[in-house]
């Protein structure tokens, strides 16, 4: 090969380089969800949504773009124009995991929805449009509240919206996590005592932003927060996700 050859062969290749690099996008994981989902400010700490953390249990051919918001339901999300953000940026290939329910619940008329009909009709638009893009859609249902009656048994906080969630992922056939039964089998394991640790428990004076305490049975720690992101990863892995591929290795 002589010396023009040579150059040619380098230049081609540096260009070759350059395209791939610049056209290169890490598969993203998109959340969507309420606060027990949700990034936390830091005046917000000790207070933590599992979301938050997903991205630890991944290499950096993952992007975590958590998109889920305090207080939100299946509806206000998709009303505010959450939603259509989210759905905007999805490309083929990507994730989105769903996890609504808690303020679904709700009275007010800007987020309730019918468990058998007004959620179940907003979880298919999640699944159908994310599906239309390529995207890799995920439905779980919401975590267990901390919620002991007088004998120490756990109660159900959730009732039909956990039959509903259930109901759309049997007929739809998307990948589903049963976030409630995981978690509500971890709370009971702990007892009403030690569960405090993953939830909202401290006392007052500890931090100046909420110098009264919590007692908070819904939302999480730190702790529970890790813990709870890591009971998502062991589902993804049984249920041989593809993105378990670029877990972290330990």
Known sequence: MNQSMRVLVFLLAIGCFAFTTENYRATHIFMIGDSTMANKPERNLPEYGWGQVLNHFFTDEIVVDNHAKNGRSSKSFIDEG??????????????????????????????????????????????????????????????????FDENGILKDSHGDYLTGVIQVANETGVYFIDMEAKTRKLVESLGPEKSKKLYLFFESGIYPHRPEGQEDNTHL??????????LAIEEMKILGIPLVKELVKK
């Open 221 to 230: 720690s730190q702790l529970g927060t890790f813990t709870i992101a890591g």
């Open 82 to 147: 959450s939603w259509e953000k989210v759905i905007n940026r999805v490309q083929e290939g990507d994730y989105v995991i769903i996890q609504f329910g808690h303020n679904d619940q709700k009275s007010d008329t800007a987020r309730y929805t019918g468990p058998f009909d007004t959620y179940q009709k907003n979880l298919k638009k999640f699944l159908n449009e994310t599906k239309e893009k390529g995207g890799i859609p995920i439905l779980c249902t919401s975590i267990v509240r901390r919620l």
